[in-house]
């Protein structure tokens, strides 16, 4: 007896030779309908979501709401003096503050809900929100 060179050898001569696959139209039909439901699916989920984010900015004589999508500049007055916050391109930033460390401003744009800016020395604080979950992002619990 000959001594295979692979040692499943004996497995695959378990199964047949090649045997020939015939298509017939209507297993072409149900392949391009699994395909496309994958494509239509994939696309479902992972499309980017038309959320309805906002920005809220609170200070000490109050809070103001802006859309994440508005070009606007926000002054407000804190117990140092004015922070102004700026909204552009969906992205929020500090401007300027008076607190002597400039951590707010240093700390450049946010764009996600979730995400949140405070200038502690002034009591102002920005933060992005949404109705809808955050679906790509991580949080400590994930980890």
């Not at 001594?3 to 020939?20: I, Q, T």
């Not at 959320?51 to 070009?71: T, Y």
């Not at 700026?86 to 929020?92: D, L, Q």
């Not at 400039?102 to 020395?121: F, N």
């Amino acid at each position: 007896m000959k001594k295979a060179f692979f040692p499943f050898a004996a497995v695959f001569s378990l199964f047949p030779k090649r045997a020939a696959v015939l298509f017939k139209p209507l297993d072409a039909a149900v392949a391009l309908l699994s395909l496309g439901a994958v494509v239509f699916s994939g696309f479902a989920v992972y499309a980017k979501p038309h959320d309805n984010a906002q920005v809220s900015v609170r200070g000490q004589d109050g809070a103001w709401i802006f859309p994440l999508d508005a070009e606007d500049t926000a002054t407000v007055h804190g117990p140092l003096g004015d922070t102004v916050v700026a909204i552009h391109g969906g992205r929020v930033r500090v401007l300027s503050s008076p607190c002597d460390n400039q951590t707010c401003v240093a700390q450049g744009e946010i764009k996600t809900p979730g995400e949140w800016i405070a200038c502690l020395p002034n009591n102002v604080f920005a933060v992005i929100e949404s109705d809808e979950k955050d679906r790509d992002g991580l949080d400590a619990n994930t980890w």
